[in-house]
């Protein structure tokens, strides 16, 4: 792996941890827990997948990629606020 593609992943998980402690909702759920008197630890693993594309299949690859998640994958996405390439305005603002 090269440094590049090292530091692009230590990026895409710097992003992530921004956009979870940025969360307006998350925020709102971890004090209604510390009003129940409970203390709050939160904990996330990502797993990022690389799959290295040649360089005749950049385009095809970028089409079918987005026909891969699922609605689940398109909302957890949405909640971290990671806007899927090719996604219509209207999926979003009906996933809000």
């Known amino acids: 792996?090269?440094?590049?593609?090292r530091e692009l992943i230590q990026q895409l998980g710097e992003a992530i941890?921004?956009?979870v402690i940025e969360s307006e909702q998350i925020a709102g759920v971890v004090q209604?827990?510390?009003k129940q008197g409970f203390d709050v630890l939160l904990m996330l693993e990502a797993t990022i997948?690389?799959?290295e594309v040649s360089g005749n299949d950049t385009d095809d690859a970028e089409e079918t990629d987005s026909a891969t998640f699922t609605k689940n994958d398109r909302d957890w996405l949405?909640?971290?606020r990671i806007s899927?390439?090719?996604e219509d305005e209207?999926?979003?603002i009906e996933g809000e």
């Open 90 to 92: 209207a999926d979003t």
């Open 49 to 51: 997948g690389l799959n």
């Open 84 to 86: 899927v390439e090719g």
């Open 32 to 34: 209604d827990i510390r």
């Open 78 to 80: 949405r909640r971290l």
């Open 1 to 5: 792996m090269t440094s590049r593609l």
């Open 17 to 19: 941890h921004e956009s």
